[in-house]
């Protein structure tokens, strides 16, 4: 479904600005993440046990896909909503059908 | 599941220690994925669109199960097989269907 | 997530009836993995090799995830967009977001 | 991935042939999940709420990875674990792992 990858910059904006909190709780999680990640090149270097590296992986994944959630939820709630209330929803909905598929490739 | 979570560390180790070539290219890609991680930091920061963040973080899930599936198919020909060899195969084949069903939930 | 648990039969409706091209065009794709299930149900019968089994139950998944997305798109277009426009928009992307949530799990 | 595309039939079998209560385990599921899509389809018909049929559609796809999973690990202890003490462990592994990533696609 090649024709289906969205660009890596829309240059597109937020429907509504996040608030200082709402991006500091999402930076708060993405540098948990962030630190998981150099936790697991320390295994690596460590040449820990292959199950237990795997399981750290699977831990981010669970957080990472947590992020996503969050950040598609307020995306539905604001942008998508926005957009179909001023006419332009049909695109808002197939862009976000979009991101959704790549998610479950 | 709850009887199926595996420990945070084993205290076990690779039937076969990663040579540093191969340390090395695991090591390569996280550090990719850190910075990607970053990158989002920083995308959070500057309040880019919603769905540019949530491509983003699904490039990074694609990223880590290729380690995941890197270090999952290493770890079946190299330190399952050798279970099996010397006669504790169910035992490894068992820590293997445990990590396989954590990154399917 | 307990409290995310989505109702058997919430009562509902779609924003617009299906027309018969669409109830038809599921149909067809419902049948045919109807028939793919019966298909492996001889597969265990002959006792057919379990990746050969395997490759079919990943085939019905994907095929499945098809018809589900699909439903997706139009629940999307048709009664979330509805939803918005008289009013309701939240309580029905909170809906949406829940069995997306299921999806994933 | 095309090169990792596994043929429908491989003519091989399972290392240990399924039990009578083995097989009608699987079919006893199977025919679950055969009578749960028709049910799709029943609810198609009467033109039923759209996220109702999707909550249908996730538990199915559950219930096949189930099915699936009890087949990859009896595959694993008899056929992979009986290949390797053959000594073609490496062909049987290489094998679990392309329905591995199959099933991750």
Redesign the interface.
């Known amino acids: 479904m090649t024709e289906h990858i ?9 429907a509504k ?2 608030t200082d909190e709402e ?1 500091q709780a ?2 708060n999680r ?2 948990r ?2 630190g998981q ?2 936790g ?2 320390k295994m ?2 460590e ?12 831990a ?3 957080a ?2 947590k ?3 969050n ?7 604001h ?3 926005d957009a ?2 001023k006419g332009n ?2 695109e808002a ?1 197939d ?3 979009k ?7």
């Open positions: 969205l660009p890596e910059d829309s240059g597109k904006k937020p600005p996040r991006k999402v930076l993405l540098k993440i962030e990640v150099r697991i090149q690596v270097e040449d820990r046990y292959c199950v237990d590296i795997l399981v750290q992986i699977s981010i994944n669970k990472l896909n992020v996503g959630f950040l598609l939820e307020r995306h539905t709630h942008c998508v909503k179909i209330q929803g049909d909905i862009e976000l059908m991101v959704l598929q790549q998610f479950s490739k």
